[in-house]
DNA sequence: CAGCTATGTATACAGGTGTAGACTTGCTGT
DNA sequence: ACAGCAAGTCTACACCTGTATACATAGCTG
């Protein structure tokens, strides 16, 4: 789906839902591949195989638009998973793979960091993560700061994308996925599980040998 | 912080070397605040004080005033300290305070994430963050995967940059700074403090001070 | 002082942006 | 079959972008 050009249908005749529903899976690719500003309403639209004035007609403005893919880009289960087993696990392994490069994954936390500069984009995107991502990931954690570690989760999840699939600096583009996994469950399990994890941190500088409580580590 | 400042200086005579100066700090500024794509050059101009086209006499072209503004925001050590011992909590409470709500701290952070999106502005940003904080770090936490594990350490940072900082998610945003350093280290210190051997540390592998090749210097 | 050059400004250009208004086209109900 | 109206396109506008060219001036050097 969303191959390079989904413009080549057999041309929709008149249909208004078809064209609307065309323009908005555009708008997902171009946002989340250039970002609110880069992406041009002329560009989304003639993926959507469509005039760019329907932009207007459909969603009023580029910001209309832009708000209803973000919430469609947000909508699906995206990086944590729907269970509480093993999520420590389904989380870093799903980073890994979604981030890997050639694998053109089209990603909410693409859309997100392209488009978070922008003031216009800014509010936008923190609704969408806070509603969806955040509050899917929150729950699954549970506990009193459950929406705090959960933002942290995102956090290390923003980043590796960042680093790794936009910029793409060199050890993070090159490391193999199993060992990447292997560090990104060691870095999330501080906000995934153990709801303790008060001071210890300083001179504990014994190995962090401490893997997975009850070695839970292959969780399927 | 960096309101009407450098604008307001009470006109510098002709003076070559301080005119590209202001440029260059105006730069930073912008770019830190808008990003590449974001940031315009009359803007820019006009906060060092003089006209646009001076950024093309001295620099080129936005693209080389870039390059050489990566170059003087990554350049003074920055997030990571300079000692090895209690590295881990040093940099989540350096983290932790940067990215409070209402410090204006401009940090390369955030000019990196800001200007990634755009591919004229990810190369250089690449470079720049292996060059002086990649290297930094990854000196610092020594072991064979250094760069791998510096690198994951940049992501979380970025990722609370990005969260905290740009986009305000509220959980992120209100939360108390000394809690969200305690959480920050526990996060960081899977990579920092690794189980990897600590003998790699006696050597200096990092070279910072390499102003990278074809970025530097300018017009005449 | 005269004059030359480095330093800086002003104008203009070609292209791009989002969007408003007038226009055309195709489907559908009677 | 023929209106009527929704669906879609075209053109234009006001503004903004980076930069090239032509021009003005300050300040050192003879």
Redesign the pocket.
């Known amino acids: 789906m969303l191959g390079p050009m989904s413009a080549a249908q057999p041309a929709?005749?008149?249909?208004?839902a078809a064209?609307r529903e065309a323009i908005l899976a555009a708008a997902v690719v171009e946002f989340t591949e250039y970002g609110y500003a880069g992406?041009?309403?002329?560009?989304i639209a003639e993926r959507a195989g469509?005039?760019?004035?329907?932009?207007?007609?459909y969603f009023g403005?580029?910001?209309g638009l832009f708000a209803e893919a973000v919430d469609r880009s947000f909508g699906p289960p995206t990086v944590v998973g729907t269970e509480r087993h093993g999520l420590t696990r389904t989380m870093a392994r799903a980073l890994a793979e979604n981030t890997a490069h050639g694998t053109e994954h089209l990603d909410p936390f693409l859309l997100t960091l392209r488009s978070a500069s922008d003031p216009e984009a800014a509010d936008i995107v923190r609704q969408g993560i806070e509603a969806h991502v955040g509050a899917r990931l929150a729950g699954l954690i549970g506990g009193s700061e459950a929406e705090l570690r959960a933002q942290l989760g995102l956090a290390l999840t923003a980043g590796t994308w960042l680093l790794r699939a936009v910029v793409g600096t060199r050890a993070l583009a090159g490391v193999d996925n199993d060992r990447l996994a292997e560090l990104l469950a060691a870095m999330l399990e501080p906000v995934t599980e153990g709801p303790a994890t008060e001071e210890a941190v300083t001179e504990e500088a014994a190995r962090p040998g401490r893997p997975a409580p009850g070695s839970g580590s292959a969780a399927q």
């Open positions: 929709r005749r008149r249909d208004a064209t992406a041009g309403v002329r560009q469509v005039s760019a004035m329907m932009i207007n007609r403005s580029k910001q």
